[in-house]
């Protein structure tokens, strides 16, 4: 038990569905993460969200919208994905203190995302 | 560009055995680097941190060298057991709130 907790666990939707992610940590932490991981490719960060300001997009598609209504809760809208799309997705919280790198990351069990 | 990859995509050790995990990183500016591991169906773990101030630091059965001159990272982990078989990441911070990972590298350890 990491304290992030991600749901659902598997989702399988068509490529006209909406669907979300959500993801909730329980350590008090002051920012979420989205990271998307492939098959053989590295953990790709999606969104950073600090005290539910987003702080981090990196080019992701607008397909892919985040949401972070309190410091506690992240969710990841879906809406007409591609197969491509078809990944592990990530969340993560930390603590970053001011004037410093963020602190170390604490992943949920991820949410495993088939489009087909 | 930001980049940070792994020698070895793969690394079978025989248990009892030390295994060595290699990783490069390209961004100079990166103060803090961090070692997770990711046993199958789970998200990534932390092992082992460290700032850029050390060269080497420990923990238990794990040791992380950083040799800044060469921006090179490795993992050591000693008498490797079969609950570490798993994947093995590397990561830079070279600014705040961004992770830069590696590929991983896969430990199987062979009883």
């Avoid at chain 1, 959500?22 to 490719?41: D, F």
């Avoid at chain 1, 960060?45 to 990196?58: A, D, Q």
Wanted: aromatic share 8%.
């Amino acid at each position: 038990e990491t304290g992030v907790t991600q749901t659902p666990r598997h989702l399988v939707m068509g490529m006209t569905n909406k669907k979300s992610l959500k993801c909730e940590q329980h350590l008090g932490h002051n920012a979420m993460y989205w990271y998307k991981q492939s098959a053989k490719k590295p953990l790709e960060l999606m969104f950073v969200y600090s005290l539910e300001e987003r702080v981090e997009n990196n080019s992701v598609p607008s397909r892919f919208s985040p949401e972070c209504p309190n410091s506690s809760h992240l969710f990841l809208h879906l809406h007409t994905l591609q197969p491509e799309d078809s990944a592990l997705y990530l969340c993560a919280s930390s603590q970053v203190r001011e004037s410093a790198n963020t602190g170390e990351l604490f992943f949920g069990e991820g949410s495993r995302l088939t489009v087909l | 560009g930001e980049s940070v990859g792994l020698h070895l995509p793969t690394l079978s050790v025989q248990e009892g055995d030390n295994s060595i995990i290699n990783c490069a990183y390209s961004n100079s500016a990166s103060d803090y680097f961090i070692w997770y591991k990711q046993e199958s169906g789970k998200g990534p773990q932390f092992i082992i941190d460290i700032r850029s101030n050390m060269d080497k630091r420990q923990g238990q059965r794990v040791t992380v060298l950083l040799n800044k001159t060469v921006k090179h990272l490795s993992l050591q982990i000693a008498a490797t057991q079969p609950g570490d078989s798993a994947v093995y990441f590397c990561a830079e911070i070279p600014s705040s709130y961004k992770l830069i990972f590696g590929s991983g590298t896969r430990l199987l350890v062979r009883p």
